[in-house]
């Protein structure tokens, strides 16, 4: 199986190929600049390093959310078009989770982005289980539930504004990575999207974004006790 996998979800743009869960190539940058201009011709170049055509392409992997509403959008909607085009399979994996992957350490994983007025979208993660779900939640929610365990945790992703907070709260029981030791490396994603059952629904695939959009608030004052998602996705 011929894999393409990316995340736009942050900052950082990871692009990956693979074949089943071996990773053969990734394109990665963390720099500030358009996703939108940015993906398509970070596919092309990768593509045409490992010289596969894109017709080659049997599964589609894009990082779901949550994130950057704008950079999930562009993801998102890449990879239904691609999987489209190609009648590829499409795999949709959480962002968090993709970090989490990435951690070989023993005891919790807790990957993390910054959701500004001291919220964090984040999750916890054991040895590849979700053993917390994915939420948008204040950081004192997370800290009060991780303080209700015993096991060592490692904090990675957006931390560098509640890195201090961290350190006192857990002091040696945690590692605190630093964002710029936490972004994706490309493998993490693959091996996910490998593991994981394709969509069987493409064209109801969404982002997840974990909360809502700012657009959506606003069609849903416009639209009292029509809290349905896919209506707001079509009709705008």
Request: glycine share 6%; proline share 6%; net charge negative.
């Amino acid at each position: 199986m011929k894999i393409l996998a990316f995340d736009t979800s942050n900052q950082p743009l990871t692009v990956s190929l693979a074949e089943n869960s071996d990773v053969l190539r990734v394109f990665s940058t963390n720099e500030a600049r358009n996703h939108s201009i940015q993906l398509l011709p970070a596919i092309q170049a990768t593509l045409a390093e490992q010289n596969w055509p894109l017709s080659a392409i049997d599964r589609i992997v894009v990082a779901q959310g949550p994130g950057s509403f704008t950079g999930l959008r562009i993801g998102v909607t890449v990879a239904k078009m691609l999987a489209q085009t190609l009648q590829a399979e499409l795999v949709g994996v959480s962002s968090l989770a993709v970090l989490a992957a990435q951690v070989t350490r023993p005891g919790l994983v807790v990957p993390l982005f910054n959701a500004r007025n001291n919220n964090v979208f984040a999750g916890v993660y054991r040895a590849g289980e979700n053993v917390l779900p994915d939420a948008h939640q204040s950081l004192d929610q997370l800290t009060t539930w991780l303080q209700t365990r015993t096991e060592p945790i490692t904090f990675v992703g957006e931390t560098t504004e509640f890195s201090t907070t961290l350190t006192q709260l857990f002091g040696d029981r945690a590692v605190v990575e630093t964002p710029t030791a936490s972004l994706p490396d490309g493998h993490g994603i693959v091996a996910l999207g490998y593991q994981s059952q394709p969509n069987p629904d493409v064209a109801h695939f969404n982002p997840n974004y974990l909360r809502k959009t700012q657009a959506e608030l606003n069609w849903l004052a416009a639209h009292p006790g029509e809290d349905h998602p896919e209506n707001y996705v079509f009709e705008v």
